[in-house]
T-cell receptor
Framework: DQQVKQNSPSLSVQEGRISILNCDYT??????FLWYKKYPAEGPTFLIS?????DKNEDGRFTVFLNKSAKHLSLHIVPSQPGDSAVYFC???????????FGGGTRLMVKP | NAGVMQNPRHLVRRRGQEARLRCSPV?????VYWYRQLPEEGLKFMVY????????ESGMPKERFSAEFPKEGPSILRIQQVVRGDSAAYFC????????????FGPGTRLLVL
């Protein structure tokens, strides 16, 4: 029972263009969402988060959008850079905060 | 400015041996979480601990796995009598409070069971 899903296992984008990574969830108790970036043989690195009381959060080149009615969030990276090439995981938690539930990840490749 | 530290980074064990994985949280963080990542999958929650207490172990296998976070020293994830299916990357994360939010991850321990 996958409560958090990333339906695109991979995404290829040209340098300078926008990267859009998508994530869907099923558990309506989730109220905090995060995106992590992961390089091979390293741990996930926190990128950006959003609370369910907001629909958008922006940090530099990274913007996360949340559509609660659709149970959907997305991460926009503009402009994309080759160094952004990594696996991106979305994660969610409920207000108990005991655990993060992760999606399966999307591998982003940014071509120079 | 040390982040979460985990050791060893790589661990090879034969079937039936014990594996001990250590995690030192970010200084000042009192909440520790362990996750497991199987190849080509996302991270799966295993256990959440505060100092000397297990708060949530709903993701831990019922047998062979145990975790502790003593008053002094690192958190330990212990796997007894390892089997090949235990081969995975094990990540530790810490947070300053039991927030709904951000957990900071260590580099992981890659366990290979021969």
């Amino acid at each position: 029972d996958q409560q958090v899903k990333q339906n695109s296992p991979s995404l290829s984008v040209q340098e300078g263009r926008i990267s859009i990574l998508n994530c869907d969830y099923t558990n309506s108790m989730f109220d905090y969402f995060l995106w992590y970036k992961k390089y091979p043989a390293e741990g996930p690195t926190f990128l950006i988060s959003i609370s369910s009381i907001k629909d958008k959060n922006e940090d530099g080149r990274f913007t996360v959008f949340l559509n609660k009615s659709a149970k959907h969030l997305s991460l926009h990276i503009v402009p994309s850079q080759p160094g952004d090439s990594a696996v991106y995981f979305c994660a969610a938690s409920d207000n108990a905060g005991n655990m993060l539930t992760f999606g399966g990840g999307t591998r982003l490749m940014v071509k120079p | 400015n040390a982040g979460v530290m985990q050791n060893p980074r790589h661990l090879v064990r034969r079937r039936g041996q014990e594996a001990r994985l250590r995690c030192s949280p970010v200084k000042g963080h009192s909440h520790v979480y362990w996750y497991r990542q199987l190849p080509e999958e996302g991270l799966k929650f295993m256990v959440y601990l505060q100092k000397e207490n297990i708060i949530d172990e709903s993701g831990m296998p019922k047998e062979r796995f145990s975790a502790e976070f003593p008053k002094e020293g690192p958190s330990i994830l212990r796997i007894q009598q390892v089997v090949r299916g235990d081969s995975a990357a094990y990540f530790c994360a810490s947070s300053p409070t039991q927030s709904t939010g951000t957990q900071y991850f260590g580099p992981g321990t890659r366990l290979l069971v021969l």
